[in-house]
């Protein structure tokens, strides 16, 4: 069965350092894409970036970037410099196109 | 810019009222969803739909249906609303294949 895993309930950031959300997934499916999304308090859930399976390079966007470990199933986000505004819970996901599943969200906390 | 809507954003009913809320996407995405999320907690999948007249139930079990007569609207009815259904229902759009969700703003729906 295919899952994600994100063992950080909760997390907390100094303004302007960094942090890395944690999320671990299970698939046998050789191909897919793993993405974190973010949703603001009271606010629309985003797209953060997104990973495709088969690239080796890990993607990166602006401030925002993953480390992709494919043999260990591995997909943290790292967020540098953060920002208020980037309090929010975050949601790790995979999608093989057949299947798709969502972990269970990290609360992050920017502290001023 | 993601085209989802959803309408209404908020609804406060009584006990035994039959409500649908309203999803629609102007992108032609093929696949849409519906989930039901608690304030600052994990998405549960309750229904999705890979195309016209397909629908499908998923995760969560939910006394809601759905349907999809056209490829844009995807609406989700409840027959009788009860208080254990007060939550927060998001609506989802993709691309056919494994492809980033496009999240509308969510019903926040409350039951007396």
């Known amino acids: 069965a295919q899952t994600v895993t994100q063992s950080q309930p909760e997390m907390s950031v100094q303004e302007a350092e960094t942090v890395t959300l944690s999320c671990t997934y299970d698939t046998s499916e050789s191909d897919y894409y793993l993405f974190w999304y973010k949703q603001p308090p009271s606010r629309q859930m985003i797209l953060v970036i997104r990973?495709?399976?088969?690239?080796?390079q890990n993607a990166t966007e602006n401030r925002f970037s993953v480390n992709f470990q494919k043999a260990a199933k591995s997909f943290s986000l790292k967020i540098s410099d953060s920002q208020l505004g980037d309090a929010a819970m975050y949601f790790c996901a995979c999608d093989t196109g057949n299947q798709f599943y969502f972990g269970t969200g990290t609360s992050l906390t920017v502290i001023p | 810019e993601a085209d989802i809507y959803q309408t209404p954003r908020y609804l406060v009913i009584g006990t035994g009222k039959k409500i649908t809320l309203e999803c629609s996407q102007t992108?032609?995405?093929?696949?849409m969803y519906w989930y039901q999320q608690d304030p600052g907690m994990e998405l549960h999948l309750i229904h999705y739909s890979y195309g016209v007249n397909s629908t499908e139930k998923g995760d969560l079990s939910s006394e809601s249906t759905v349907s999809r007569i056209r490829t844009e609207h995807f609406p989700l009815t409840l027959e009788s609303a009860r208080p254990s259904h007060t939550s927060q229902y998001l609506c989802?759009?993709?691309?056919?294949?494994?492809?980033?969700?496009?999240f509308g703003p969510g019903t926040r729906l409350t039951v007396l």
């Open positions: 990973q495709e399976a088969y690239k080796q």
């Open positions: 992108m032609g995405h093929d696949k």
């Open positions: 989802a759009s993709s691309e056919y294949g494994a492809a980033e969700q496009f």
